[in-house]
């Protein structure tokens, strides 16, 4: 897989997050909402982040650590910040 094609996967699972988080906060002003409905959405766009993250830092790991400029104390950094995020 091409990196283009790699970045037009993961632009699409943003557009898809964007899209759960957009009808949740329909959902605030709209008084007739479906509760369960809400919680379900709350649910997917919270697992499709997850999934988003766990995509981006498979596909970009090695090229954020292959990078010249990219030293210990960037690497360390990197790895603290995924270790940060994904043990929530």
Same mark, same amino acid.
Not at 39 to 51: F, G, I, N, P, T
């Given at each position: 897989?091409d =990196?283009?094609?790699?970045? #037009?996967?993961? *632009? ?5 997050? /964007? ?17 369960? /409905?809400?919680?379900?959405?709350? %649910? =997917? *766009? *919270?697992?499709?982040? !997850? %999934?988003f ?14 990078? !010249? /400029? *990219?030293?210990?104390?960037?690497? #360390?950094?990197? /790895? #603290?910040?995924? !270790?940060? =995020?994904?043990?929530?």
């Amino acid at each position: 897989m091409d =990196a283009e094609e790699i970045r #037009k996967q993961l *632009s699409n699972r943003i557009h898809r997050i /964007k899209g759960q988080l957009d009808a949740i906060e329909r959902g605030l002003y709209n008084e007739d909402e479906d509760c369960e /409905k809400t919680l379900l959405l709350l %649910k =997917a *766009s *919270s697992q499709a982040l !997850k %999934k988003f993250g766990e995509a981006y830092v498979q596909e970009y790991m090695d090229r954020c650590f292959s990078d !010249k /400029k *990219s030293g210990a104390v960037v690497q #360390k950094n990197v /790895k #603290k910040a995924i !270790k940060a =995020a994904f043990s929530l």
